[in-house]
């Protein structure tokens, strides 16, 4: 079985310094991961993801996360955060032996403050 | 490109009473998905489709909720008799299907309430 955690209900940090959500995960095989933000009553936006290849990943809005696989962790970091950002974001994780399914498991999210 | 299409929005519903919730995938994405989020909790899988065919439905209850992607038309997820359990956010994605890694756009999302 597939799991996510992300071990901050919330995240504060203040405009313009570098943050970071994290994120770890367990799967029996080798890990497909993603990261998602949400905004207030919308769905969910994909910011990236990890398929294969370089370990840092880059994403939308100057986003990017680190895949660790002795940590089993994908950590998104910003250098500069923005008040803008502040919203809930979902981490998830598929298992690349799962081929026959393609639910994406997701943890419980972590809100992200950006004071001004 | 219209992203993922979500219907109703929000969707009110006695107990006893049955929800259909739709969901028009991206333009050529062939591969759907639900997704359930109770407040303040990350989303849970339900079901995974593609065209006229239920791929993995693991996630979905074993009573009173179904779901159909037809040859024409949108996905269809069908609540019949309600319960203020079912109340939730309910989410679409939609993928190309072509890769084994291939992303899931959400859409909006219906927000169901049961009196």
């Known amino acids: 079985a597939q799991s996510v955690a992300q071990p901050e209900d919330q995240v504060n940090v203040a405009e313009g310094n570098p943050l970071t959500v994290k994120c770890t995960y367990s799967?029996?095989?080798?890990?497909?991961l993603f990261w998602y933000v949400q905004y207030p009553n919308r769905g969910l936006q994909f910011l990236l993801k990890y398929i294969t290849g370089d370990n840092l990943v880059k994403g939308s809005y100057g986003f990017e996360a680190e895949f660790n696989k002795s940590q089993t962790s994908f950590h998104l970091k910003k250098p500069s955060a923005l008040v803008s950002d502040s919203a809930l974001y979902f981490c998830a994780v598929r298992d690349i032996q799962d081929t026959g399914r393609r639910a994406l498991t997701f943890g419980s999210g972590t809100r992200l403050q950006v004071q001004p | 490109n219209a992203g993922v299409m979500q219907n109703p929005r929000h969707l009110v519903r006695r107990r006893g009473q049955e929800a259909r919730l739709r969901c028009s995938p991206m333009?050529?994405?062939?591969?759907v998905y639900w997704y359930r989020q109770l407040p303040e909790e990350g989303l849970k899988f339900m079901v995974y489709l593609q065209k006229e065919n239920i791929i993995d439905e693991s996630g979905m209850p074993k009573e009173r909720f179904s779901a159909e992607f037809p040859k024409e038309g949108p996905s269809i997820l069908r609540i019949q008799q309600v319960v203020r359990g079912d109340s939730a956010a309910y989410f679409c994605?939609?993928?190309?299907?072509?890769?084994?890694?291939?992303?899931?756009?959400f859409g909006p999302g219906t927000r169901l309430t049961v009196l």
């Open positions: 333009k050529g994405h062939s591969h």
């Open positions: 994605a939609s993928s190309p299907g072509t890769l084994m890694a291939d992303t899931q756009y």
């Open positions: 799967v029996s095989g080798n890990p497909y």
